[in-house]
Nanobody, 119 residues
Framework: VQLQASGGGLVQAGGSLRLSCAAS????????MGWFRQAPGKEREFVAG????????TYADSVKGRFTISRDNAKNTVYLQMNSLKPEDTAVYHC?????????????WGQGTLVTVSS
């Protein structure tokens, strides 16, 4: 499987960005997808996840009410809509998936896209 994230950039606090992650190499609709982030000097942390069908969605407490994860199985793409961005959201964002189908876990990460939020 290949995961290609895009959509990062520089935005002012309070602004919005939409990240996309295109997957290829297998049947996209059989796998859970998620977003993780890693800020400089910090460990990677979970941001949001969505099940293969889209029926189950989870968020980290730090982004609830501000970020929205969604997927388009016809386009093999998962999205992360980020609103009301804060400087502490600055990080490299990676999309992630499972190596096994139809399990709600993440053990494979793609290259990330940098999000920088200025104050």
């Amino acid at each position: 499987v290949q995961l290609q994230a895009s959509g990062g950039g520089l935005v002012q606090a309070g602004g919005s960005l939409r990240l996309s992650c295109a997957a290829s190499g297998r049947t996209f609709s059989d796998y859970a997808m998620g977003w993780f982030r890693q800020a400089p000097g910090k460990e990677r942390e979970f941001v949001a996840g969505i099940s293969w069908s889209g029926s189950t969605i989870t968020y980290a407490d730090s982004v609830k009410g501000r970020f929205t994860i969604s997927r388009d199985n016809a386009k093999n793409t998962v999205y992360l809509q980020m609103n009301s961005l804060k400087p502490e959201d600055t990080a490299v964002y990676h999309c992630a998936t499972a190596r096994r189908p139809r399990v709600y876990e993440y053990d494979y990460w793609g290259q990330g896209t940098l999000v920088t939020v200025s104050s």
